[in-house]
Structure formats: structure tokens, C-alpha cells
Nanobody, 126 residues
Framework: QVQPGESGGGLVQAGGSLRLSCAAS????????MGWFRQAPGKEREFVAA??????????YYADTVKGRFTISRDNAKKMVYLQMNSLKPEDTAVYYC?????????????????WGQGTQVTVSS
């Protein structure tokens, strides 16, 4: 079991950058795929990015809306996951959640994930 906890959110101007961090407590962190999701006010939660477990060489997956701007990475020794967000747009404004997945079948689907953090707010001003 792992418990994710996000940090690094804040207010940034359009075109700026933020780096979100996710610290995961618990055992066997490297066996979990880790994902980032976001939820804007009045909208459903959506997939942002995922990175699979160390056994599969850390392959990454991105939503089309963030591809080329966001980068997900992980440090298994530190039990950390990061989301580097560049060229931010007002439409990136949302609460960002980190999640852990033990099933390794569909990284895009939120229901796939076993454990979720509390979220961190990202606000991008125009």
C-alpha cells in the first residue's frame, strides 16, 4: 500500500512553469505505476500523465492536451513522482491529483488507480 501526497501547486502566469511533486509513503513503491490527473471546476476528472513501474523501464504516457509541455518522472529511491509543467495555459487550471496503480492495465482510466492524494491547486492566469 502507498499513500501519495502532492505539493508544488500555486499561481502562475500563462507561459510560465510549475513543478508538482508527489511523495509516496508505504512499501513497494517501485511496483506501482503512478499517474497525474486533474479536475477543473464544473468538469470531470481527466488523465494528465502516467509513468509505469520500474520493471517496465518507466515508460510514460500523456494526454494529448499536455503532450510536449508536461513531463512526468519518478525517483524510486526517494519514492517521488514529479510533473514538470511548462508553457502553462489558463485551461490548465485545476486541482492536480497524484495516484498509484497496481493493476498495470489501463493507465488512462481513473478507476484503475488504487490510491489517491488530496490534490494541489494549480491556477494559471491569463
Amino acid at each position: 500500500q502507498v499513500q501519495p501526497g502532492e505539493s508544488g501547486g500555486g499561481l502562475v502566469q500563462a507561459g510560465g512553469s510549475l513543478r508538482l511533486s508527489c511523495a509516496a509513503s508505504g512499501r513497494f513503491f517501485s511496483r506501482y505505476a503512478m499517474g497525474w490527473f486533474r479536475q477543473a471546476p464544473g468538469k470531470e476528472r481527466e488523465f494528465v500523465a502516467a509513468i509505469n513501474w520500474s520493471g517496465a523501464s518507466g515508460r510514460t504516457y500523456y494526454a494529448d492536451t499536455v503532450k510536449g509541455r508536461f513531463t512526468i518522472s519518478r525517483d524510486n529511491a526517494k519514492k517521488m513522482v514529479y510533473l514538470q509543467m511548462n508553457s502553462l495555459k489558463p485551461e490548465d487550471t485545476a486541482v492536480y491529483y497524484c495516484a498509484a496503480d497496481s493493476k498495470h492495465s489501463d493507465y488512462v482510466a481513473g478507476y484503475e488507480y488504487d490510491y489517491w492524494g488530496q490534490g494541489t491547486q494549480v491556477t494559471v492566469s491569463s
